[in-house]
């Protein structure tokens, strides 16, 4: 199965180029803005016929969050219009698709897990340009497979764990939100749970399209992340909880976003690691 994957420079698109390397039958076709321009219906065409694809998974996602709120053309453009683009033509070639959406398509304002049938009320620009970006693809393709994930980290790229992971070694003490709570989640473990989708799915992608949530298991503010950052790697930096009002920020975040993931492991069979464990992988690798 030959697989294009956008975004492969990504934190998902390293891990899934990692993870590839242990199915032969996988073959990975991995491009960024650089190599191909995901706006672009006819070039995007000319490769998918030139090297013969079977299946798209877009990892590409424009995810400055306050930024897209000076700049929503840029948000529209990656994490909406590519996407109508992608999932158009996958339909035309009868190829299966895969794109990435986010908990920021919710508001927040919830008080247990968030499955999939409860309706998306974004309340920033990036949260409106990923479910726009939803809504094309299933408009364009009836046949795509979404995976809405939250707080997603690797030793790749730039993330929440590494940046806590760098400034715990520089300072004496941090401040971290307590009151906005939710499920941090390895790349790697989503990357895993994609080839899985993709195995399953190759005989026949149709019967598994539809919306489903990912995410580690458990719950945690971004306090009790970093806590638990600091703590794994041994720096000696004081982790202090604030509330989301001593720490604005442009864009309004969800106070609330775990993730049902009752779907997902139940129609694909997935087990999903709790995010202590998943956490404490990343670090050791990132220090050695």
Known sequence: ??????????????????LFRNHEDLIFYGTDIDTLDITDKEAVKKYISENQIDFIVNSAAYTAVDMAEDEPEKAYSVNSD?????????????????????????NGRFFKPINEKQSPNPVSVYG?????????????????IIIRTSWLYS????????????????????????????TP????????????ILLQSREDFRKYSG???FSNEGVCSWYDFA????????????????SSDEFPTKAER??????????????FNIKIPHWTESIAICIKELQN
Not at 189 to 195: E, F, G, R, Y
Not at 231 to 239: E, M, P, S, V
């Open 185 to 196: 989640t390895s790349a790697r473990d989503l990357a895993q749970a994609i080839i899985e």
């Open 227 to 242: 806590f638990e950052i600091v703590r794994l790697a041994g720096n000696n930096c004081k982790i202090t909880p604030v």
């Open 211 to 213: 919306i489903y949530h």
């Open 82 to 106: 590519a996407v109508g683009i992608l999932a158009e033509i996958a339909d035309i070639q009868c190829i299966g698709f895969i794109t990435i959406s986010t908990d920021y398509v919710f």
């Open 155 to 182: 030793p790749h790229g730039k993330n929440f764990a590494k940046t806590i992971l760098s400034l715990s070694q520089e300072r004496d003490e941090l401040n971290v939100v307590f009151d906005q709570v939710g």
């Open 128 to 144: 409106k340009s990923k479910y726009e970006g939803e809504k094309k693809a299933i408009l364009k393709n009836t046949f795509s």
């Open 254 to 267: 969800p106070y609330y976003s775990v993730l049902d993931k009752s779907k997902i492991k139940k129609t």
């Open 1 to 18: 199965m030959n697989v294009l994957v956008s975004g492969a420079n990504g934190q998902l698109g390293k891990e899934l180029e990692y």
